[in-house]
């Protein structure tokens, strides 16, 4: 069954450092989203992308964040200068489309920064 | 605004009981979906099933089951017979399709099985 897959696995930064999380949505999908989860908190939405766009982002995607889909196939997230509160577990998803379509999640970046 | 409640924190059962996790939701949407995920201690997020707004007909797999209830804007999840590997923080979401497609999440129901 395809899926979503995520690298690294766990990645460790130091602060002010730039990070690139990527993820390889399924092959057919269209639509790409990021979340956060801060250790033992809930998940969050990030943002969405369709069509090489930013389609909807959240109040915690700001100036720092930026996401690009560099080739066919790689979905990336961007943390320009990361801080000791950007430490959490990053998700990717991917759909077919929108409205009744199923996010397929991916197995999460663990980011630690120190 | 769109919101999802799970007011249990932290459930502790033994092995064989049967246990509901509760999920209240907010939305001022007719179309939405409602989702289960669980996320055992590797990390990841396991879909465990969708919802839509108009079926509100329970759903049986297996040792799991879901309650879904307008009325009472409540989604809840019950583990029959559970076991050890049920062990895991199991989120309840939600999504408004005809406003966008994010998925708003719960905090979560951190769900310890005893052996």
């Known amino acids: 069954e395809p899926e979503v897959t995520q690298t ?100 999460g970046t663990r980011l630690t920064v120190t | 605004a769109q919101k999802v409640t799970q007011a249990q924190t932290e459930i502790s059962v033994v092995e064989k009981e049967d246990v509901t996790l509760d999920c209240v939701y907010e939305t001022r949407d007719t179309t939405y979906y409602l989702f289960w995920y669980k996320q055992p201690p590797s990390g990841e997020l396991v879909f465990l099933i969708r919802r839509n707004s108009f079926d509100e007909q329970n759903e049986i797999s297996g040792r799991y089951s879901w309650n879904f209830q307008k009325s009472t804007s409540s989604f809840n999840f019950t583990i029959t017979a559970s076991q050890v590997v049920d062990s895991a923080v199991y989120f309840c979401a939600l999504s408004e399709p005809l406003r966008d497609d994010k998925i708003i999440f719960g905090k979560g129901t951190r769900l310890h099985i005893l052996p």
């Open chain 1, 8 to 107: 690294p696995s766990h990645q460790v930064t130091q602060m002010g450092q730039e990070v690139i999380l990527r993820c390889v949505p399924i092959s057919n999908h269209l639509y790409f989203y990021w979340y956060r989860q801060i250790l033992g908190q809930k998940v969050e939405f990030l943002v969405s992308f369709y069509n090489n766009e930013i389609s909807e982002k959240s109040e915690i995607f700001d100036d720092q964040f930026s996401v690009e889909r560099p080739d066919g196939s790689n979905f990336t997230l961007k943390i320009r200068s990361t801080k000791l509160e950007d430490s959490a577990m990053y998700f990717c998803a991917s759909s077919a489309g929108t409205d009744s379509y199923e996010q397929y999640f991916g197995p």
